[in-house]
């Protein structure tokens, strides 16, 4: 289970008016490796050297609400000021549920905000679904001692 993802050290669920969907699978790597083993003339088979991990993109369901459309317009800037801090790159993390100390691990990537999609409004005005897309530049996620892990 996730419990939250981070954005540039930012928790996403603790931006006023921003409230986080589901995150069960969005999270998980595919964890693909991109580009070719090599062949060496004259050798058997292919040179085992590792190959990076491909990135990929996901999103992050988001409802902003507000009680007010002053209010929705207010979540929304502050939920694209924490998109903007970085100017599009920065550090992801997705934190764990976990049987560790605390009771929660953070795994990280390098990632890229992609952009939002999917906006629908509802009628009142007052409450705004996108998606969040990101790019995992890593293609993978580190445990903080530096374990690449899957998914």
């Not at 190959?51 to 993109?57: K, V």
């Not at 890593?138 to 998914?151: E, H, K, L, M």
Request: glycine share 16%.
């Amino acid at each position: 289970m996730i419990s939250t993802l981070l954005w540039a050290g930012t928790d996403l669920r603790n931006i006023a008016g921003v409230h986080v969907g589901d995150l069960a699978t969005a999270l998980y790597a595919p964890m693909t490796r991109r580009g070719n083993d090599e062949v060496i003339p004259g050798r058997d088979g292919a040179l085992g050297a590792p190959l990076p991990f491909d990135s990929y993109q996901f999103t992050v369901p988001v409802l902003v609400v507000g009680n007010t459309e002053a209010d929705l317009h207010g979540a929304l800037l502050g939920l694209g000021a924490v998109l903007r801090t970085t100017g599009g790159l920065g550090l992801l993390t997705r934190r764990l549920v976990s049987n560790d100390p605390g009771g929660l691990t953070d795994y990280t990537a390098q990632g890229r905000f992609a952009g939002l999609s999917g906006f629908t409004r509802d009628d009142t005005g007052r409450q705004l679904a996108a998606d969040l897309l990101f790019t995992n530049l890593s293609g993978g996620w580190q445990r903080a001692d530096g374990v690449w892990v899957w998914p």
